[in-house]
């Protein structure tokens, strides 16, 4: 059913063509290696190989084929294993088709897509362990709103209006977070979140209406 509502989705829109389709996790690499599409919708609890499983082989042994989750599963969970599996996104299965085309779209285009609460999920897994092994205190959930602002390519002037608070309140926040994650400066900064797949940033352009 899920796979039928997809493919329908899908085919009322010129710009997206539905190559094939798996039902188990173990013909999702089968039948990805065979076709090499540019995308696979790959959901994780799936019989006889898993999603995160499957996820890794094709990473492997085709990593020009692009991967996006597509689940119902916590991102709290699973969305650190995902990008380090070679997932380009995370994205739940409630999300609203709006949004469902807007990740494969800049998955497709090379970037990656996590929504705000797969963003949070893996950060505060990441900082977790970066605190753990640095013996530094864990970034405050304001903070780790501003870092994944910044992820978005946001000014200082653009996070405090969206936060509600102000440009010095969020230029210490900043600085806060980089003392935390030892971190020289805010190059380095956007490098952290960039190389562990937290990025909606640059953003695609929206798509021309149908």
């Not at 539905?18 to 540019?38: F, H, Q, T, W, Y």
């Not at 970066?130 to 304001?142: L, N, V, Y």
Request: charged share 25%.
């Amino acid at each position: 059913m899920v796979r039928n509502g997809l493919r329908g989705c899908l085919a009322r829109h010129e710009r997206f063509l539905v190559v094939g389709e798996a039902a188990d996790g173990r013909e999702a690499v089968a039948r990805a290696k065979e076709l090499s599409p540019d995308l696979v919708l790959m959901d994780i609890e799936m019989p006889k190989l898993n999603g995160l499983s499957a996820t890794e082989i094709l990473h492997r042994d085709n990593p020009k084929i692009k991967i996006l989750i597509l689940s119902v599963h916590d991102p709290a969970q699973y969305v650190l294993p995902a990008i380090k599996a070679g997932a380009r996104g995370y994205l739940s299965k409630n999300a609203p088709t709006e949004e469902l085309l807007q990740a494969i779209e800049m998955v497709d285009a090379g970037e990656s897509y996590f929504n705000s609460d797969a963003s949070l999920a893996a950060l505060d897994q990441l900082t977790d362990r970066a605190g753990a092994k640095q013996g530094q205190r864990q970034i405050s959930p304001r903070e780790r709103e501003v870092l994944v602002a910044i992820t978005d390519g946001l000014l200082n002037k653009e996070i405090a209006s969206k936060l509600g608070v102000g440009t010095r309140t969020v230029e210490t926040h900043r600085e806060r977070i980089m003392r935390k994650l030892n971190l020289r400066g805010v190059a380095d900064l956007t490098r952290f979140a960039i190389a562990h797949g937290l990025v909606s940033w640059p953003k695609a352009p929206a798509a021309p209406p149908l």
